[in-house]
């Protein structure tokens, strides 16, 4: 069973007013943990679409991330579209996300442990500046 969503599914849930998300990259920044992610919804008749970055001292920050992003709070950087079709395009061209890679909220938080086991330090190293690791 895979936990991406596949379109009518997502479609469906956009429709009932949930939520999807995409991770974009995990990666060191100065010393931190970056996670960029994309979360996309339906409403009012337009879909939109809001970047997030958010910055973990160790990758085992315990929580869940949507909870700890503070980096647009006011929507300045969300994205209006008229269309599903308009916002996925603009994700895969403009943050280089895909169309296949959504998945339901509570399934973020698994995505972004599993690249933070890929790519992060042993357990407790700190993230050297720099981004090396």
Do not use: C
Request: proline fraction near 6%.
């Amino acid at each position: 069973m895979t936990r991406h969503l596949i379109e009518p599914v997502l479609v469906s849930a956009l429709n009932r007013g949930k939520e999807v998300h995409q991770l974009l990259s995990v990666r060191p920044v100065d010393g931190r943990w970056e996670v960029r992610y994309v979360t996309l919804w339906k409403t009012a008749g337009e879909h939109v679409v809001a970047l997030s970055e958010i910055y973990l001292d160790t990758p085992e920050q315990p929580g869940d991330v949507t909870a700890l992003d503070e980096s647009d709070p006011l929507g300045e950087r969300w994205k209006h579209f008229a269309s599903l079709e308009g916002a996925l395009g603009w994700i895969e061209s403009e943050l280089g996300g895909s169309r296949t890679r959504f998945v339901n909220s509570g399934v973020l938080q698994d995505e972004v442990n599993e690249a933070l086991r890929r790519t992060g330090p042993r357990r407790g190293e700190p993230v050297k500046p720099g981004g090396s690791k």
